[in-house]
């Protein structure tokens, strides 16, 4: 019986940390902000008058492709670095013995 309850707390545990793996902050929802506006504006540009021009067949396309495939994949993506230590002083490094 005990080993059930383990069993249980361990797959319980293992559920929590996978849905822990990628949690989107502000900085994420306004790169997705960004992406979703971006692929907006080249639907609008593939919409434009004429249907045959440079902005419904050469930039339209490449604009989706920058929201589809770079912004939208980077706003899931990204996470901010963590702070480092504070770096070492002059004055520690001197102290340090040579050799």
Not at 14 to 24: F, H, M, N, T, V
Request: glycine residues 8%; positive net charge.
């Amino acid at each position: 019986m005990a080993k059930v309850i383990k069993e249980k707390e361990r797959l319980a545990a293992k559920r929590k940390a996978k849905i822990e793996i990628l949690p989107l902050g502000p900085t994420n929802y306004k790169i997705l902000i960004a992406g979703i506006a971006t692929i907006i504006l080249g639907y609008i540009l593939l919409g434009t008058d004429p249907w045959d021009g440079f902005l419904a067949l050469t930039l339209a396309p490449v604009v989706l492709i920058i929201g589809y495939c770079v912004i939208i994949p980077v706003g899931i993506i990204y996470r901010k670095k963590e702070q480092s230590p504070t770096p070492a002083t002059a004055s520690d490094s001197a102290a340090a013995p040579q050799g």
